[in-house]
């Protein structure tokens, strides 16, 4: 053995443990610092404190729980639930002065009325911002994000021309109940040849069809009892917004889509099948989704897509 192996195995060196390489490379004995010790011991401690109280390890579809609760309030109700990330962002965002902000607003437009609402800048930019969400969250999944609806399923919001009325108070009346646009089918009752003098003269009435012989036996039609269509659109066809009929004046097609159509025989075509198949189509209530203050926010909001008109 070497003076330099000789040296490190003195009884004053450092341990080690007995292992060496090449003559003089020792493995030493160095024992872990008793502050490096406690600290580990303290983790293992911690972590078994946090498994009890917090959400830990998954068992089956779920996981441990933990025994700490937090509560948070949704839509102004409290609710208490075990501690997580999800229900303390939802305590921090009720808790924060942006929050505590809105509900104030909130509030006030709850207590005012349309005409309030549209005459003061706060509370009107307020509603659109809020609305906006709104209507993102709830309307926008079949009206579409800018509210443009889709020909044959989905009514434009943006095009000023309603269905069921346009008055802040009857989209607020609309969101609360829903509605149900149904027209029956027509082809057991017209033959072709009056399917296609009805079709003409629903064309005419926006200037799509020239005057001629089938427009007036489709107005026969139309204005009699064999069709009996002035029930729901009225004898001038600009529609009756009780019924949810349709005004057929106006060039705006909410389910036949004729302008898409290049020349009157297609247009025909895509009016005969509305005619001959009918309309049958469902807008949910909200009320049991929304507050009434939410409910008033988005009924501005809507009748603010239409123009404000």
Not at 29 to 48: E, G, K, M
Not at 89 to 114: C, H, T, Y
Not at 140 to 148: D, F, L, N, P, S
Not at 189 to 216: C, H, I, M, N
Request: glycine share 12%.
């Amino acid at each position: 053995m070497n003076e330099k192996t000789s040296k490190l195995q003195r009884p004053a060196a450092v341990q080690t443990t007995g292992h060496a390489w090449d003559g003089d490379l020792q493995e030493f004995n160095n024992p872990l610092p008793r502050w490096w010790l406690w600290s580990f011991y303290a983790t293992a401690v911690f972590s078994l404190i946090y498994w009890v109280f917090y959400p830990s390890w998954p068992v089956g579809q779920g996981w441990l729980p933990g025994l700490s609760t937090i509560t948070y309030k949704v839509d102004g109700k409290e609710e208490t639930s075990s501690w997580n990330t999800r229900a303390l962002l939802l305590k921090e965002l009720d808790d924060s002065n942006a929050a505590q902000r809105q509900r104030e607003f909130l509030n006030k437009v709850a207590a005012a009325d349309f005409a309030a609402i549209r005459t003061d800048p706060e509370m009107l930019a307020f509603t659109r911002s809020v609305g906006k969400g709104l209507f993102g969250d709830n309307c926008a999944a079949c009206h579409g994000r800018g509210g443009q609806g889709l020909v044959g399923l989905y009514p434009n919001l943006a095009d000023d021309d309603w269905l069921w009325g346009g008055e802040m108070e009857k989209i607020q009346e609309t969101l609360i109940q829903g509605r149900l646009g149904f027209m029956p089918a027509f082809r057991e009752t017209f033959k072709p040849e009056q399917l296609d003098d009805v079709a003409t003269y629903v064309l005419s009435l926006s200037g799509e069809a020239p005057p001629s012989a089938a427009v007036e036996r489709g107005k026969e039609l139309f204005q009699g009892m064999g069709g009996g269509c002035y029930y729901c659109h009225g004898k001038d066809g600009k529609g009756l917004p009780s019924q949810g009929g349709a005004n057929l004046t106006d060039k705006i097609w909410t389910v036949a889509d004729v302008p898409a159509q290049p020349n009157l025989e297609l247009k025909k075509v895509a009016v005969k099948q509305v005619i001959s198949h009918g309309v049958n189509r469902q807008m949910p209530g909200w009320e049991q989704r929304l507050t009434s203050a939410q409910i008033k926010l988005l009924s501005v909001y809507v009748h603010e897509l239409g123009g404000g008109r």
